[in-house]
């Protein structure tokens, strides 16, 4: 008989202790792939430190980058969609706007306001991804005719930054002749003698990019940004013919001469008041 007390030995039957990780926690580079550290991320300014992607932004963190602190104004924030079609696929879309309203804080996919960026008073539009994929129906067309509009009234400079999945198809034809109107009104923008600078983030796409996005007096993207009309499988199955890699992307715009520029988001405030400052 022994005088003393075996260790006890856990078995290969005795459950182990999980460890709970917090969800959140990291984040998939949409265009490295590779699992990082959001914290790491958020503190880049929402780039990916591996590959220099640029990850989609809110509004709030749009203007706390772009525009002097306190001086950011909105406009037309009452105007909000209707439903003229009575239009329903899986949900109304009555129902579908007021649970993008609900999550986001917005009536629509873009916000309009004044402010001042290097100090230079400017007329600034940003087109929210998060409500409806910044999609454009009739509140964005009028939104942006009443920023031309006020850039026009106030002889100040028109900025846009766009990122949308085009064309509201929930408005049918009263979207797509949203792509007329602003056109429209950017060609009245010129008239004036008045500069409009358009920024391009990732995704612009559809009747946004066939209309305001691409007519910009200096045209900006942001690294790795996709940029197109139609998605690559459709062009393809179109045209019958292979794409090159990475067609849709803002560096093979850039070398292929349909934007001037791409600017890193750190240097983005920079970049423009400089260019606001030459017009």
């Not at 998060?130 to 942006?144: A, N, P, Q, W």
């Not at 034809?173 to 060609?187: E, F, G, H, V, Y």
């Not at 093979?252 to 920079?270: P, W």
């Amino acid at each position: 008989m022994g005088w003393f007390k075996k260790d006890t030995v856990a078995s290969e039957t005795t459950p182990e202790k999980k460890v709970k990780i917090p969800e959140g926690l990291w984040v998939k580079c949409n265009s490295c792939k590779e699992i990082i550290y959001r914290k790491e991320v958020d503190n880049n300014l929402k780039v990916c430190p591996k590959c220099g992607y640029h990850f989609p932004i809110s509004i709030e963190e749009r203007i706390s980058q772009l525009v002097d602190e306190g001086t950011f104004k909105e406009l037309y924030s009452t105007l909000a969609p209707e439903d003229p079609l009575e239009f329903k696929d899986s949900i109304r879309y009555k129902q579908r706007l007021k649970n993008y309203q609900k999550k986001t804080g917005y009536n629509d996919s873009i916000v309009i306001g004044t402010g001042a960026v290097g100090s230079y008073t400017v007329v600034l539009g940003i087109l929210n991804f998060s409500f409806m994929g910044g999609s454009m129906g009739s509140v964005v067309g009028e939104k942006i005719v009443l920023a031309v509009d006020k850039a026009i009234e106030t002889r100040t400079p028109l900025i846009i930054v766009s990122a949308s999945g085009g064309a509201r198809m929930q408005e049918g034809i009263i979207s797509l002749m949203q792509m007329a109107k602003t056109s429209a009104a950017i060609a009245r923008l010129g008239d004036a003698g008045l500069p409009y600078i358009s920024i391009l983030t990732d995704p612009t796409f559809g009747g946004v990019t066939a209309s305001f996005a691409m007519l910009g007096d200096i045209i900006i993207a942001e690294p790795k940004a996709l940029i197109g009309f139609a998605g690559p499988r459709v062009i393809e199955q179109t045209i019958k013919q292979q794409l090159p890699a990475g067609f849709q992307r803002s560096e093979f715009l850039l070398e292929h001469g349909l934007i001037d520029m791409i600017v890193e988001r750190k240097k983005l405030k920079e970049t423009l008041t400089k260019i606001v400052a030459y017009f």
